[in-house]
Protein backbone atom coordinates (compact mmCIF):
# COMPACT_ATOMS: atom_id res chain seq x y z
CA UNK A 1 0.00 0.00 0.00
CA UNK A 2 1.14 3.56 -0.99
CA UNK A 3 2.07 5.67 1.93
CA UNK A 4 -0.22 9.07 2.67
CA UNK A 5 2.44 11.66 3.50
CA UNK A 6 1.26 15.09 5.08
CA UNK A 7 3.12 18.09 4.63
CA UNK A 8 3.67 19.68 8.17
CA UNK A 9 3.06 23.15 8.53
CA UNK A 10 6.12 26.06 7.38
CA UNK A 11 7.63 23.03 5.44
CA UNK A 12 8.88 22.85 1.62
CA UNK A 13 9.68 20.13 -0.18
CA UNK A 14 9.35 16.44 -0.04
CA UNK A 15 6.82 15.43 2.74
CA UNK A 16 8.13 13.53 5.64
CA UNK A 17 6.46 10.09 5.54
CA UNK A 18 7.86 9.14 9.56
CA UNK A 19 7.97 11.44 12.95
CA UNK A 20 11.45 11.09 12.80
CA UNK A 21 11.79 12.99 9.36
CA UNK A 22 9.66 15.63 10.77
CA UNK A 23 12.22 15.77 13.72
CA UNK A 24 14.79 16.17 11.58
CA UNK A 25 13.02 18.32 9.45
CA UNK A 26 12.22 20.59 12.40
CA UNK A 27 15.95 21.19 13.88
CA UNK A 28 17.26 21.88 10.60
CA UNK A 29 14.65 24.75 10.30
CA UNK A 30 14.01 25.62 13.48
CA UNK A 31 17.21 24.52 15.58
CA UNK A 32 16.63 27.09 18.27
CA UNK A 33 13.07 27.50 18.44
CA UNK A 34 11.93 26.07 21.74
CA UNK A 35 9.25 23.44 21.38
CA UNK A 36 8.44 22.36 25.10
CA UNK A 37 9.03 23.54 29.04
CA UNK A 38 8.21 22.21 31.94
CA UNK A 39 6.91 23.30 35.16
CA UNK A 40 8.34 21.87 38.08
CA UNK A 41 5.26 21.91 40.59
CA UNK A 42 3.13 23.05 37.71
CA UNK A 43 4.54 26.52 38.87
CA UNK A 44 8.05 27.05 37.96
CA UNK A 45 9.51 26.74 34.90
CA UNK A 46 12.87 25.10 35.43
CA UNK A 47 13.76 23.42 31.79
CA UNK A 48 13.03 24.06 27.92
CA UNK A 49 13.95 22.09 25.01
CA UNK A 50 14.45 23.86 21.87
CA UNK A 51 13.88 21.27 18.10
CA UNK A 52 17.51 21.37 17.78
CA UNK A 53 18.28 20.19 21.09
CA UNK A 54 14.98 17.35 21.29
CA UNK A 55 16.70 16.15 17.91
CA UNK A 56 19.95 15.77 19.55
CA UNK A 57 19.10 13.72 22.58
CA UNK A 58 17.47 11.86 20.72
CA UNK A 59 20.25 10.86 18.47
CA UNK A 60 21.85 10.55 21.91
CA UNK A 61 19.36 8.18 23.22
CA UNK A 62 18.87 5.87 19.34
CA UNK A 63 22.04 5.58 18.77
CA UNK A 64 22.68 3.76 22.73
CA UNK A 65 19.32 2.08 22.27
CA UNK A 66 20.66 1.02 18.55
CA UNK A 67 24.19 -0.69 20.17
CA UNK A 68 21.82 -3.47 21.68
CA UNK A 69 18.45 -3.14 20.23
CA UNK A 70 17.06 -4.68 16.44
CA UNK A 71 14.59 -2.43 14.56
CA UNK A 72 11.12 -3.57 15.31
CA UNK A 73 11.55 -4.54 19.05
CA UNK A 74 9.42 -2.95 21.92
CA UNK A 75 11.21 -0.25 24.56
CA UNK A 76 9.02 0.10 27.60
CA UNK A 77 9.21 4.09 28.49
CA UNK A 78 9.35 4.64 32.56
CA UNK A 79 9.84 8.34 32.76
CA UNK A 80 8.41 10.89 35.25
CA UNK A 81 6.58 13.61 33.68
CA UNK A 82 8.50 15.93 31.67
CA UNK A 83 11.39 16.57 29.15
CA UNK A 84 13.20 13.70 29.52
CA UNK A 85 10.00 11.60 29.10
CA UNK A 86 9.78 13.38 25.73
CA UNK A 87 12.87 12.59 24.74
CA UNK A 88 13.21 8.73 25.58
CA UNK A 89 9.70 8.74 23.14
CA UNK A 90 11.55 10.42 20.17
CA UNK A 91 14.44 8.12 20.93
CA UNK A 92 12.69 5.36 20.24
CA UNK A 93 11.34 6.17 17.20
CA UNK A 94 14.61 7.65 15.82
CA UNK A 95 16.22 4.00 16.73
CA UNK A 96 13.29 2.36 15.31
CA UNK A 97 12.01 0.69 18.03
CA UNK A 98 8.16 0.99 19.24
CA UNK A 99 7.76 2.57 22.00
CA UNK A 100 5.64 1.17 24.44
CA UNK A 101 4.63 4.40 26.94
CA UNK A 102 3.63 2.97 30.57
CA UNK A 103 2.67 4.29 34.05
CA UNK A 104 5.36 4.19 36.36
CA UNK A 105 4.59 2.86 39.59
CA UNK A 106 6.10 4.95 42.40
CA UNK A 107 6.73 3.90 46.15
CA UNK A 108 2.87 5.04 47.63
CA UNK A 109 1.55 2.97 44.71
CA UNK A 110 3.33 0.16 43.75
CA UNK A 111 1.08 -2.89 44.91
CA UNK A 112 -1.58 -0.61 42.96
CA UNK A 113 0.19 -0.03 39.83
CA UNK A 114 2.91 -2.92 39.22
CA UNK A 115 0.16 -5.39 38.33
CA UNK A 116 -1.08 -3.57 35.24
CA UNK A 117 2.94 -2.85 34.17
CA UNK A 118 3.58 -6.52 34.59
CA UNK A 119 0.41 -7.53 32.05
CA UNK A 120 1.84 -4.51 29.64
CA UNK A 121 5.30 -5.85 29.92
CA UNK A 122 4.13 -9.58 29.25
CA UNK A 123 2.21 -8.48 26.33
CA UNK A 124 4.65 -6.00 24.69
CA UNK A 125 8.06 -8.31 25.19
CA UNK A 126 10.20 -5.55 25.60
CA UNK A 127 14.34 -5.71 24.98
CA UNK A 128 15.04 -2.46 26.66
CA UNK A 129 13.74 -0.36 29.54
CA UNK A 130 14.23 3.33 29.17
CA UNK A 131 13.98 5.16 32.29
CA UNK A 132 16.17 7.64 34.74
CA UNK A 133 18.79 6.04 37.30
CA UNK A 134 16.41 7.05 40.63
CA UNK A 135 13.63 4.96 38.58
CA UNK A 136 15.60 2.04 38.05
CA UNK A 137 17.32 1.45 41.30
CA UNK A 138 14.18 2.21 42.99
CA UNK A 139 12.09 -0.15 40.59
CA UNK A 140 14.20 -3.00 39.44
CA UNK A 141 14.76 -4.86 42.52
CA UNK A 142 11.23 -4.43 42.97
CA UNK A 143 9.85 -5.82 39.65
CA UNK A 144 12.18 -8.96 38.87
CA UNK A 145 9.21 -10.28 36.87
CA UNK A 146 9.67 -7.76 34.45
CA UNK A 147 10.58 -9.86 31.18
CA UNK A 148 13.43 -7.04 30.33
CA UNK A 149 17.28 -8.15 30.27
CA UNK A 150 18.75 -4.24 29.76
CA UNK A 151 17.65 -1.19 31.41
CA UNK A 152 19.03 1.99 30.14
CA UNK A 153 18.80 5.15 31.85
CA UNK A 154 18.51 8.17 29.21
CA UNK A 155 20.39 11.13 32.19
CA UNK A 156 23.22 9.05 31.94
CA UNK A 157 24.40 8.87 28.67
CA UNK A 158 27.73 9.44 27.03
CA UNK A 159 28.87 12.50 25.83
CA UNK A 160 28.69 12.74 22.15
CA UNK A 161 26.08 9.72 21.86
CA UNK A 162 24.48 10.99 19.07
CA UNK A 163 27.31 10.92 16.64
CA UNK A 164 26.81 7.41 16.45
CA UNK A 165 23.66 7.66 15.44
CA UNK A 166 22.52 5.76 11.80
CA UNK A 167 18.82 6.70 10.37
CA UNK A 168 16.98 2.86 11.18
CA UNK A 169 14.97 1.52 7.87
CA UNK A 170 11.59 2.27 8.61
CA UNK A 171 8.75 3.35 6.34
CA UNK A 172 5.67 5.26 7.39
CA UNK A 173 4.00 1.68 7.16
CA UNK A 174 6.39 1.01 10.54
CA UNK A 175 4.74 0.88 14.06
CA UNK A 176 6.12 4.08 16.14
CA UNK A 177 4.14 3.11 19.14
CA UNK A 178 1.92 0.65 21.30
CA UNK A 179 -0.68 2.64 22.98
CA UNK A 180 -1.85 0.23 25.65
CA UNK A 181 -5.70 0.83 26.43
CA UNK A 182 -6.97 2.39 29.68
CA UNK A 183 -8.99 -0.74 29.95
CA UNK A 184 -12.36 0.66 31.27
CA UNK A 185 -14.24 -2.35 29.85
CA UNK A 186 -11.97 -4.74 29.37
CA UNK A 187 -8.03 -6.01 29.86
CA UNK A 188 -5.53 -3.46 27.98
CA UNK A 189 -4.54 -4.28 24.70
CA UNK A 190 -1.74 -2.83 22.57
CA UNK A 191 -3.00 -0.38 19.86
CA UNK A 192 -0.34 -0.66 16.91
CA UNK A 193 0.28 2.87 15.60
CA UNK A 194 2.14 3.49 12.55
CA UNK A 195 4.32 6.79 12.10
CA UNK A 196 1.40 7.07 8.98
CA UNK A 197 -1.40 6.82 11.61
CA UNK A 198 -0.03 9.28 13.98
CA UNK A 199 0.97 11.84 10.90
CA UNK A 200 -2.91 11.70 9.72
CA UNK A 201 -4.02 12.42 13.19
CA UNK A 202 -1.42 14.90 13.75
CA UNK A 203 -2.87 16.76 10.71
CA UNK A 204 -6.30 16.03 11.34
CA UNK A 205 -5.64 17.63 14.91
CA UNK A 206 -4.20 20.83 13.09
CA UNK A 207 -6.44 21.85 10.81
CA UNK A 208 -9.43 21.45 13.59
CA UNK A 209 -7.63 23.64 16.10
CA UNK A 210 -6.65 25.83 13.65
CA UNK A 211 -2.98 25.93 15.37
CA UNK A 212 -0.01 28.42 13.91
CA UNK A 213 3.16 28.30 14.60
CA UNK A 214 2.05 31.02 17.12
CA UNK A 215 -0.23 28.57 18.94
CA UNK A 216 0.57 28.59 22.68
CA UNK A 217 0.14 24.90 24.06
CA UNK A 218 -0.43 23.83 28.07
CA UNK A 219 -0.84 20.31 29.28
CA UNK A 220 -1.24 18.38 31.99
CA UNK A 221 -2.36 15.31 30.47
CA UNK A 222 -0.79 12.07 31.33
CA UNK A 223 1.88 11.52 28.71
CA UNK A 224 1.63 7.62 28.51
CA UNK A 225 -1.91 8.04 27.42
CA UNK A 226 -2.92 9.18 23.83
CA UNK A 227 -4.59 12.63 24.26
CA UNK A 228 -1.92 13.59 26.42
CA UNK A 229 1.12 12.28 23.82
CA UNK A 230 -0.53 13.21 20.96
CA UNK A 231 -1.27 16.59 21.67
CA UNK A 232 0.70 17.31 24.43
CA UNK A 233 3.96 16.14 22.90
CA UNK A 234 3.65 15.60 19.01
CA UNK A 235 1.08 18.65 18.15
CA UNK A 236 3.74 21.32 18.83
CA UNK A 237 6.28 19.16 17.12
CA UNK A 238 4.36 18.39 14.20
CA UNK A 239 2.55 22.47 14.29
CA UNK A 240 5.86 24.12 15.10
CA UNK A 241 4.86 25.76 18.32
CA UNK A 242 5.35 25.51 21.99
CA UNK A 243 4.19 23.72 24.61
CA UNK A 244 4.16 24.30 28.57
CA UNK A 245 3.85 20.73 30.46
CA UNK A 246 2.97 20.20 33.95
CA UNK A 247 2.81 16.35 35.95
CA UNK A 248 -1.25 15.40 36.58
CA UNK A 249 -0.28 14.98 40.18
CA UNK A 250 0.49 18.83 40.24
CA UNK A 251 -2.96 19.89 38.34
CA UNK A 252 -5.04 17.38 40.27
CA UNK A 253 -3.54 18.76 43.86
CA UNK A 254 -4.13 22.46 42.35
CA UNK A 255 -6.51 22.88 39.45
CA UNK A 256 -5.92 26.66 39.71
CA UNK A 257 -2.39 25.45 38.26
CA UNK A 258 -3.73 24.68 34.90
CA UNK A 259 -5.62 27.96 34.53
CA UNK A 260 -2.43 30.57 36.09
CA UNK A 261 -0.33 28.84 33.31
CA UNK A 262 -2.76 29.28 30.16
CA UNK A 263 -3.38 33.03 32.10
CA UNK A 264 0.91 33.36 32.06
CA UNK A 265 1.44 32.28 29.32
CA UNK A 266 -1.27 33.51 27.08
CA UNK A 267 -2.23 29.98 26.05
CA UNK A 268 -4.27 29.57 22.99
CA UNK A 269 -5.19 25.92 23.25
CA UNK A 270 -5.21 23.15 25.92
CA UNK A 271 -7.94 21.13 27.37
CA UNK A 272 -8.91 17.59 29.17
CA UNK A 273 -11.38 15.03 29.92
CA UNK A 274 -15.01 16.22 31.75
CA UNK A 275 -13.58 16.16 34.62
CA UNK A 276 -11.02 18.37 34.32
CA UNK A 277 -13.29 21.59 33.83
CA UNK A 278 -15.85 20.48 37.08
CA UNK A 279 -12.58 19.99 39.20
CA UNK A 280 -12.09 23.48 37.76
CA UNK A 281 -15.52 24.92 39.17
CA UNK A 282 -15.87 22.87 42.38
CA UNK A 283 -12.36 24.10 43.35
CA UNK A 284 -11.23 27.48 42.49
CA UNK A 285 -13.00 30.15 44.48
CA UNK A 286 -14.74 33.39 42.52
CA UNK A 287 -12.00 35.75 44.23
CA UNK A 288 -9.35 33.17 42.13
CA UNK A 289 -10.89 33.46 39.15
CA UNK A 290 -11.28 36.72 38.82
CA UNK A 291 -7.13 37.12 38.84
CA UNK A 292 -6.81 35.11 35.42
CA UNK A 293 -6.60 36.48 32.04
CA UNK A 294 -8.42 33.58 30.33
CA UNK A 295 -8.83 35.77 26.79
CA UNK A 296 -6.35 34.15 24.50
CA UNK A 297 -7.47 30.69 24.86
CA UNK A 298 -9.36 29.46 22.16
CA UNK A 299 -9.63 25.73 21.89
CA UNK A 300 -10.38 24.57 25.37
CA UNK A 301 -10.68 20.51 23.78
CA UNK A 302 -12.99 18.09 26.22
CA UNK A 303 -13.08 14.20 25.37
CA UNK A 304 -11.68 11.22 26.80
CA UNK A 305 -14.74 10.82 28.45
CA UNK A 306 -18.80 11.57 27.95
CA UNK A 307 -18.83 15.50 27.48
CA UNK A 308 -21.55 16.95 29.66
CA UNK A 309 -23.55 20.03 28.26
CA UNK A 310 -23.86 21.05 31.87
CA UNK A 311 -20.03 20.88 32.48
CA UNK A 312 -19.30 23.21 29.88
CA UNK A 313 -22.42 25.72 30.64
CA UNK A 314 -21.11 25.73 34.09
CA UNK A 315 -17.42 26.53 33.07
CA UNK A 316 -18.30 29.15 30.77
CA UNK A 317 -19.99 30.41 33.43
CA UNK A 318 -17.79 30.39 36.42
CA UNK A 319 -14.97 31.66 34.27
CA UNK A 320 -16.39 34.52 32.00
CA UNK A 321 -15.28 36.64 35.10
CA UNK A 322 -11.75 35.65 33.37
CA UNK A 323 -12.44 36.39 29.86
CA UNK A 324 -12.72 33.09 28.82
CA UNK A 325 -15.64 32.41 25.78
CA UNK A 326 -17.90 29.95 25.37
CA UNK A 327 -17.45 29.92 21.69
CA UNK A 328 -13.81 28.28 22.77
CA UNK A 329 -15.72 25.10 23.85
CA UNK A 330 -14.59 22.30 21.43
CA UNK A 331 -15.53 19.08 22.47
CA UNK A 332 -14.51 16.17 20.62
CA UNK A 333 -14.47 12.28 20.16
CA UNK A 334 -11.52 9.83 19.57
CA UNK A 335 -10.27 6.22 21.00
CA UNK A 336 -6.79 5.18 20.15
CA UNK A 337 -7.66 2.37 18.03
CA UNK A 338 -7.99 5.50 15.47
CA UNK A 339 -4.64 7.57 17.29
CA UNK A 340 -6.66 9.63 18.76
CA UNK A 341 -8.89 12.31 17.08
CA UNK A 342 -12.00 10.59 15.50
CA UNK A 343 -14.15 13.94 15.08
CA UNK A 344 -14.00 17.77 16.43
CA UNK A 345 -15.38 20.86 15.52
CA UNK A 346 -13.70 24.38 14.24
CA UNK A 347 -12.31 26.28 15.95
CA UNK A 348 -14.13 29.21 17.52
CA UNK A 349 -17.56 27.87 16.54
CA UNK A 350 -18.64 26.66 20.19
CA UNK A 351 -20.65 23.81 20.90
CA UNK A 352 -23.60 22.00 19.43
CA UNK A 353 -26.24 20.51 21.72
CA UNK A 354 -29.33 18.39 20.52
CA UNK A 355 -32.11 18.03 23.38
CA UNK A 356 -34.01 14.50 22.99
CA UNK A 357 -36.53 12.40 23.72
CA UNK A 358 -34.87 10.53 27.05
CA UNK A 359 -37.42 7.60 26.55
CA UNK A 360 -36.84 7.63 22.44
CA UNK A 361 -33.48 6.99 22.76
CA UNK A 362 -33.80 3.92 25.11
CA UNK A 363 -35.26 2.36 22.01
CA UNK A 364 -32.52 3.70 20.44
CA UNK A 365 -34.76 6.56 18.49
CA UNK A 366 -33.74 10.23 18.47
CA UNK A 367 -36.78 12.21 18.27
CA UNK A 368 -36.16 15.74 19.76
CA UNK A 369 -37.50 17.54 22.69
CA UNK A 370 -39.90 20.79 22.09
CA UNK A 371 -39.28 21.01 26.18
CA UNK A 372 -36.76 20.59 29.02
CA UNK A 373 -37.81 18.57 31.98
CA UNK A 374 -37.38 14.96 33.27
CA UNK A 375 -38.56 13.36 29.57
CA UNK A 376 -35.65 14.94 28.13
CA UNK A 377 -31.90 14.60 27.42
CA UNK A 378 -29.26 16.88 26.66
CA UNK A 379 -26.42 15.63 24.15
CA UNK A 380 -23.40 17.03 23.18
CA UNK A 381 -22.32 17.37 19.73
CA UNK A 382 -18.72 16.13 19.23
CA UNK A 383 -18.14 18.04 16.12
CA UNK A 384 -17.43 16.75 12.12
CA UNK A 385 -14.88 13.80 10.95
CA UNK A 386 -11.87 15.34 9.77
CA UNK A 387 -10.74 14.99 5.92
CA UNK A 388 -10.19 11.44 5.14
CA UNK A 389 -11.83 10.18 7.93
CA UNK A 390 -15.32 8.25 7.38
CA UNK A 391 -18.02 7.74 10.68
CA UNK A 392 -21.04 5.87 10.20
CA UNK A 393 -23.38 4.30 12.62
CA UNK A 394 -24.16 0.80 12.48
CA UNK A 395 -27.19 -1.49 13.64
CA UNK A 396 -24.42 -4.06 15.45
CA UNK A 397 -27.01 -6.99 14.76
CA UNK A 398 -27.39 -6.67 10.61
CA UNK A 399 -24.10 -4.97 10.20
CA UNK A 400 -26.48 -2.54 8.16
CA UNK A 401 -26.09 1.44 8.16
CA UNK A 402 -29.21 3.22 10.88
CA UNK A 403 -31.04 5.11 9.29
CA UNK A 404 -31.82 8.45 9.55
CA UNK A 405 -32.17 9.60 13.58
CA UNK A 406 -31.30 5.88 15.18
CA UNK A 407 -28.57 5.32 17.37
CA UNK A 408 -25.84 2.42 16.12
CA UNK A 409 -22.71 1.66 16.85
CA UNK A 410 -19.83 4.26 15.76
CA UNK A 411 -17.55 2.64 13.06
CA UNK A 412 -14.43 4.66 11.52
CA UNK A 413 -12.22 3.83 8.43
CA UNK A 414 -9.30 6.13 7.31
CA UNK A 415 -5.55 6.74 7.39
CA UNK A 416 -5.72 7.40 11.43
CA UNK A 417 -7.41 3.61 12.04
CA UNK A 418 -4.43 1.66 13.49
CA UNK A 419 -3.20 -1.42 12.29
CA UNK A 420 -5.04 -3.60 15.33
CA UNK A 421 -3.97 -5.22 19.00
CA UNK A 422 -0.45 -6.35 19.60
CA UNK A 423 -0.79 -10.36 19.79
CA UNK A 424 -4.27 -10.16 19.50
CA UNK A 425 -5.05 -11.93 16.08
CA UNK A 426 -9.09 -12.79 17.51
CA UNK A 427 -9.71 -9.15 19.07
CA UNK A 428 -7.83 -7.60 15.82
CA UNK A 429 -10.17 -9.53 13.47
CA UNK A 430 -13.09 -8.23 15.71
CA UNK A 431 -12.58 -4.73 15.90
CA UNK A 432 -10.65 -3.61 13.29
CA UNK A 433 -11.94 -5.90 10.32
CA UNK A 434 -16.04 -4.82 10.21
CA UNK A 435 -17.65 -4.87 6.87
CA UNK A 436 -20.94 -3.79 6.36
CA UNK A 437 -23.51 -6.47 5.06
CA UNK A 438 -23.94 -5.77 1.27
CA UNK A 439 -20.71 -3.91 0.86
CA UNK A 440 -17.29 -6.10 1.23
CA UNK A 441 -15.46 -4.20 -1.29
CA UNK A 442 -15.94 -0.98 1.04
CA UNK A 443 -12.90 -2.08 2.85
CA UNK A 444 -12.73 -3.11 6.56
CA UNK A 445 -13.71 -0.60 8.94
CA UNK A 446 -13.14 -0.23 12.84
CA UNK A 447 -15.76 -1.15 15.44
CA UNK A 448 -15.47 1.67 18.08
CA UNK A 449 -17.79 -0.43 21.04
CA UNK A 450 -19.39 3.67 21.38
CA UNK A 451 -23.07 4.17 20.61
CA UNK A 452 -24.06 7.16 18.97
CA UNK A 453 -25.67 8.69 16.01
CA UNK A 454 -24.80 11.55 13.16
CA UNK A 455 -26.80 14.51 12.29
CA UNK A 456 -25.63 17.38 9.67
CA UNK A 457 -22.05 15.36 9.81
CA UNK A 458 -22.07 16.25 13.53
CA UNK A 459 -21.28 13.21 15.45
CA UNK A 460 -22.99 12.27 18.89
CA UNK A 461 -21.86 10.11 21.30
CA UNK A 462 -24.94 8.40 23.82
CA UNK A 463 -23.06 5.00 25.37
CA UNK A 464 -20.68 2.51 25.54
CA UNK A 465 -22.08 -0.75 23.77
CA UNK A 466 -21.12 -3.10 26.81
CA UNK A 467 -22.35 -0.96 29.35
CA UNK A 468 -26.06 -0.62 28.64
CA UNK A 469 -28.42 -1.47 31.25
CA UNK A 470 -31.26 -3.58 29.97
CA UNK A 471 -34.46 -3.43 32.57
CA UNK A 472 -37.06 -5.28 31.89
CA UNK A 473 -36.86 -4.86 27.97
CA UNK A 474 -35.68 -0.72 28.08
CA UNK A 475 -32.05 0.57 27.39
CA UNK A 476 -30.51 2.52 30.40
CA UNK A 477 -27.55 4.56 29.26
CA UNK A 478 -25.20 4.37 32.97
CA UNK A 479 -23.95 7.76 32.69
CA UNK A 480 -27.37 9.07 32.63
CA UNK A 481 -28.05 7.10 36.07
CA UNK A 482 -24.66 8.54 37.41
CA UNK A 483 -25.31 11.87 36.85
CA UNK A 484 -28.58 11.53 38.32
CA UNK A 485 -27.20 10.26 41.43
CA UNK A 486 -24.54 13.24 41.41
CA UNK A 487 -27.07 15.83 41.60
CA UNK A 488 -28.97 13.81 44.23
CA UNK A 489 -27.23 15.04 47.55
CA UNK A 490 -24.36 16.76 48.31
CA UNK A 491 -22.29 14.84 49.59
CA UNK A 492 -21.54 12.51 46.17
CA UNK A 493 -18.79 13.57 45.00
CA UNK A 494 -18.78 14.43 41.42
CA UNK A 495 -17.47 12.36 38.92
CA UNK A 496 -17.20 9.27 41.15
CA UNK A 497 -20.35 7.00 40.54
CA UNK A 498 -20.95 3.51 38.90
CA UNK A 499 -24.28 2.38 37.77
CA UNK A 500 -24.16 -1.23 37.16
CA UNK A 501 -26.52 -4.50 36.61
CA UNK A 502 -26.53 -7.57 38.92
CA UNK A 503 -28.35 -10.55 38.02
CA UNK A 504 -30.91 -11.37 41.32
CA UNK A 505 -32.60 -14.20 41.46
CA UNK A 506 -32.90 -14.90 37.35
CA UNK A 507 -33.16 -11.07 37.05
CA UNK A 508 -31.18 -7.84 36.33
CA UNK A 509 -31.39 -5.24 38.68
CA UNK A 510 -29.92 -1.96 39.11
CA UNK A 511 -26.77 -1.35 41.63
CA UNK A 512 -25.47 1.96 42.01
CA UNK A 513 -21.54 2.70 43.91
CA UNK A 514 -20.76 6.20 45.03
CA UNK A 515 -18.13 7.98 46.44
CA UNK A 516 -18.78 10.45 49.04
CA UNK A 517 -16.69 13.76 49.48
CA UNK A 518 -14.29 13.52 52.15
CA UNK A 519 -16.01 15.53 54.32
CA UNK A 520 -19.13 13.56 54.38
CA UNK A 521 -20.75 11.75 57.87
CA UNK A 522 -18.53 8.69 58.47
CA UNK A 523 -15.64 9.20 56.09
CA UNK A 524 -13.11 9.88 58.56
CA UNK A 525 -14.53 9.38 62.14
CA UNK A 526 -15.72 6.22 63.47
CA UNK A 527 -19.29 5.30 62.37
CA UNK A 528 -22.16 6.73 65.42
CA UNK A 529 -25.56 6.52 65.43
CA UNK A 530 -26.35 10.32 63.91
CA UNK A 531 -23.73 9.35 60.85
CA UNK A 532 -25.81 6.30 60.17
CA UNK A 533 -28.99 8.30 60.19
CA UNK A 534 -27.13 10.82 57.68
CA UNK A 535 -25.92 7.72 55.26
CA UNK A 536 -29.06 6.44 55.32
CA UNK A 537 -30.74 9.81 54.03
CA UNK A 538 -27.98 10.22 51.13
CA UNK A 539 -29.09 6.59 50.32
CA UNK A 540 -32.93 7.65 50.59
CA UNK A 541 -32.13 10.69 48.18
CA UNK A 542 -30.27 8.19 45.57
CA UNK A 543 -33.22 6.16 45.24
CA UNK A 544 -35.69 8.57 44.82
CA UNK A 545 -33.79 10.92 42.78
CA UNK A 546 -33.03 7.55 40.20
CA UNK A 547 -36.61 7.16 40.25
CA UNK A 548 -38.12 10.27 39.28
CA UNK A 549 -35.77 10.98 36.82
CA UNK A 550 -35.72 7.33 34.86
CA UNK A 551 -38.47 5.36 36.57
CA UNK A 552 -36.19 2.99 37.67
CA UNK A 553 -35.79 1.37 41.22
CA UNK A 554 -32.10 1.05 42.46
CA UNK A 555 -31.77 -2.24 44.19
CA UNK A 556 -28.91 -1.28 46.13
CA UNK A 557 -27.20 1.83 46.69
CA UNK A 558 -23.27 1.63 47.86
CA UNK A 559 -21.56 4.40 49.58
CA UNK A 560 -17.90 4.20 49.11
CA UNK A 561 -14.98 5.88 50.95
CA UNK A 562 -13.03 8.96 49.09
CA UNK A 563 -10.89 7.63 46.15
CA UNK A 564 -11.81 3.77 46.17
CA UNK A 565 -14.45 3.52 43.15
CA UNK A 566 -12.57 1.65 40.08
CA UNK A 567 -11.04 4.11 37.49
CA UNK A 568 -7.90 3.17 35.15
CA UNK A 569 -5.12 5.14 35.28
CA UNK A 570 -6.37 7.78 33.28
CA UNK A 571 -9.22 8.28 35.35
CA UNK A 572 -11.80 6.59 33.27
CA UNK A 573 -14.68 4.36 35.29
CA UNK A 574 -14.44 0.75 35.38
CA UNK A 575 -18.16 0.10 35.69
CA UNK A 576 -16.88 -4.05 35.50
CA UNK A 577 -13.83 -3.99 37.63
CA UNK A 578 -16.91 -1.96 40.38
CA UNK A 579 -19.17 -4.33 39.61
CA UNK A 580 -17.05 -7.43 40.10
CA UNK A 581 -15.34 -5.43 43.64
CA UNK A 582 -19.14 -5.48 44.68
CA UNK A 583 -19.20 -9.58 43.84
CA UNK A 584 -16.15 -10.47 45.49
CA UNK A 585 -16.62 -7.72 48.63
CA UNK A 586 -13.69 -5.82 48.04
CA UNK A 587 -15.13 -2.53 47.84
CA UNK A 588 -13.78 -0.09 50.49
CA UNK A 589 -17.63 0.67 51.20
CA UNK A 590 -19.01 2.62 53.79
CA UNK A 591 -22.28 1.60 54.03
CA UNK A 592 -24.53 -0.92 51.54
CA UNK A 593 -28.01 0.56 51.68
CA UNK A 594 -30.77 -2.01 51.70
CA UNK A 595 -31.48 -4.24 49.16
CA UNK A 596 -35.24 -3.32 47.14
CA UNK A 597 -37.58 -5.89 48.67
CA UNK A 598 -40.94 -5.05 46.19
CA UNK A 599 -40.67 -4.54 43.03
CA UNK A 600 -41.92 -1.22 42.53
CA UNK A 601 -41.80 0.04 38.82
CA UNK A 602 -38.78 -0.68 36.66
Given at each position: ???????????????????????????????????????????????????????????????????????????????????????????????????????????????????????????????????????????????????????????????????????????????????????????????????RNLLHNLEAIHAGFGHTEDSVAVTWLPA???????????????????????????????????????????????????????????????????????????????????????????????????????????????????????????????????????????????????????????????????????????????????????????????????????????????????????????????????????????????????????????????????????????????????????????????????????????????????????????????????????????????????????????????????????????????????????????
Amino acid sequence: METTRVRPPHFTGEFPATLIELGRLRAASQPDRVVHTFLRDGEREDASLTFGQLDQRARAIAAVLQQGSAVGERALLLQPPGLDFIAAFMGCLYAGLIAVPAYTPGRGNLKRTLPRLLSIAASARPSVVLTSREIEQFLRPRAPELPVSRWCATDALPAGAESAWVPPAVSGESLAFLQYTSGSTSAPKGVRVSHRNLLHNLEAIHAGFGHTEDSVAVTWLPAFHDMGLIDGILQPLYGGFVSHGMAPLAFLQHPLRWLQALSRYRATHSGGPNFAYDLCVSRIPPEQRATLDLSSWRVAYNGAEPVRRDTLERFADAFAVAGFRRGALYPCYGLAEATLKVSGGQSATGPVYARVQAAALERHEVIDATEAGDGSRWLVGCGTPPAGLTVVAVDPETRRPCGPERVGELWVRGPSVAQGYWNEPEETSHAFQARLDGEPEAGPLLRTGDLGFLRDRTVFVTGRLKDLIILHGRNHYPQDIEETVERSHPSVRQGACAAFPVDVDGEERLFVAAELDRHAPGVRASTTPDAEERLDDIVRAVRKAVADAHEVQVHQVLLLRPGTLPKTSSGKLQRRACRQGFLSGSLSTLQAGPERQSPGHD
